[in-house]
């Protein structure tokens, strides 16, 4: 496994990060029970992961809970990254619909409280907006009260995860060139390289660690998805068009050869791409098993893609990938 600071922070991650939204829900079509989600985490850390991403209401604090049971005795060997933002408190979210954001500074201190107590903590690593408007980002108050949580040492750096969808290009831009963020996470991926392009200039220009978040495109670039799957209804995927689906398809045949090339197969050119890439600190793939850790955490082995190569990848998107 090797590792990347995140960032001006100066946190120092793998590039490899566990997303722990699979075992707080199960959007990817499948129920972990916590023991097994608890040996995923373990297994992760001995395969030299120690970056574990999260966010209060996976689960509705599940996910934070399973983490600081799995790493209890453990905090100063692992990175803590948690999310916070929706009233999970006050509102039941129904399937996958969202719930009401409550960015504001009385409502940061209240959420970050409980967010420790679940993870058995006494200080976040990367503390993140979940998902968050312009209006929050814009928010002075709240973001002077995030630098007194910095100074107190009970956050040691702060992002924005922009979401839920791809895109929030203005939000992201914003965020890095008026904000002291450390990190920056996003959807970026060989079919999905756009705003990512873009986000990732101003992520060099202001020293922004990127972490990246779907990046086998939803399954399509790990050979598990194509026309035929069928997702079930508490599968966030099922929103997926068919079409973008074929297409996504259909444009994986074009990258073949250049995967067999190098003696790549096609999940592990897409995870090197994003990785040949400096300014991304950490991708999280899907995990739902522990044979994918194995899988993943050998793709972080230093050799990626030349400066050619990467415009090689980057030119057939321009020219055949855009959906």
Partial sequence: MKYRKLGFSGIEVSEIGFGAWTIGLDWWGKKIEDDEAIRMLK????????FYETADMYGKGKSEKIIGQAFKGMRDEVIYSTKWGYDMYNVEQIGHNEIPQRHNSEFLRYALEKSMERLQTKYIDVYSLHNPKMDAIKNDDLFNSLNILLQNKTIRSHGVALGPAIGWQDEGLYAMENRNITCLQTVYNILEQCPGRLLLE???KNDVGVIVRVPDASGLLTGKVNEKTIFDKNDHRSARKKEWISEGVQKIQKMKPIADSKGLNITELAIK???SQPQISI????????DDLKMFAEISDGHYFTQDEILQLTNLYDNHFYI
């Avoid at 991708?283 to 522990?290: G, K």
């Fill in 43 to 50: 297994s992760a850390y001995d395969l030299g992961i120690n």
């Fill in 202 to 204: 101003s992520a060099i």
């Fill in 273 to 275: 791409f994003i990785l």
């Fill in 283 to 290: 991708v999280l793939p899907t995990i739902t098993e522990i």
